[in-house]
């Protein structure tokens, strides 16, 4: 069973504090691992999809990269509307869904 | 691209009575769509599985009596919910997957349902 960690739960920055979100999977072999972006109320909102260890993808402040065993959602510089919980999900091989993380809410002070 | 539509956003309707939201794919054509249901506070919960005309795939322990989806088209997928009671008071989410852009889903705002 496919299954997805996400550290911390919650952490809180000061504007231009950069840090690091961390996910940690379990996956019969990786079809993708998918970050989302989600505000209160709303739906998630797609922010990377990565397929293999060694790849990065960068948007903006955010920089996502992926081993084989984690992946790690860096922010650099971050703003106040940086606010949000990030979402971490993988998908298994032979295997249609998406088995998502609890999220890490994350909070910049301005 | 990829934006991903749904109707209504908000609904309040009294127990015992049927609700029935609609996901569109507005862009693109979605070979599948997926509906989910998220607690406060909590993470996505994957419902069903649903692909243009076939039956919906529902995970287990839910009601396909229940929550009853439509995927008529390559653009719509519908979400009845029969006979709803307070416990189903939930916010409801859809994505839908891109024909030929691999694995991602994209997912719409939501509908927030409140049974009284």
């Known amino acids: 069973e496919d299954q997805v960690t996400q550290s911390p739960e919650a952490l809180r920055l000061q504007e231009g504090e950069s840090s690091s979100l961390n996910c940690s999977y ?4 990786l079809r993708g691992l998918f970050w989302y972006r989600q505000d209160p109320g709303k739906g ?14 960068e948007k903006e402040r955010l920089k ?13 510089a971050p703003k106040p509307e940086d606010s949000a919980t990030y979402l971490c999900a993988v998908q298994g091989l032979g295997n249609e869904k998406l088995t998502f993380g609890t999220g890490t809410r994350l909070t910049i002070i301005p | 691209g990829a934006v991903v539509s749904q109707h ?7 127990s015992g009575t049927s609700v029935k939201i609609e996901c569109r794919s507005l862009d693109f054509q979605a070979t599948t769509m997926f509906w989910y249901r998220q607690f406060p506070k909590k993470s996505l919960m994957l419902m069903a599985t649903s ?12 009601e396909k009596d229940k929550f009853l989806i439509n995927h008529a088209s390559l653009t719509l ?21 891109v024909r030929g852009r691999g694995e991602t ?4 705002p939501g509908t927030r349902l409140l049974v009284l």
Do not use: M, W
């Not at chain 1, 996502?64 to 650099?76: G, N």
């Open chain 1, 64 to 76: 996502a990269t992926l081993t084989k065993k984690e992946s790690f959602l860096h922010i650099t």
């Open chain 1, 44 to 57: 998630p909102e797609f922010l990377f999809t990565l397929y293999s260890a060694g790849e990065e993808k």
């Open chain 2, 77 to 97: 997928s519908t979400l009845t919910v029969t006979s709803a009671h307070p416990e189903d008071s939930s916010f409801y989410i859809c994505s839908a997957r």
């Open chain 2, 51 to 62: 692909n243009e005309g076939s039956k919906a795939t529902y995970e287990q322990g839910v």
């Open chain 1, 26 to 29: 379990t996956v019969s072999g």
């Open chain 2, 8 to 14: 209504p956003s908000r609904v309040i309707c009294k």
């Open chain 2, 105 to 108: 889903q994209y997912f719409g």
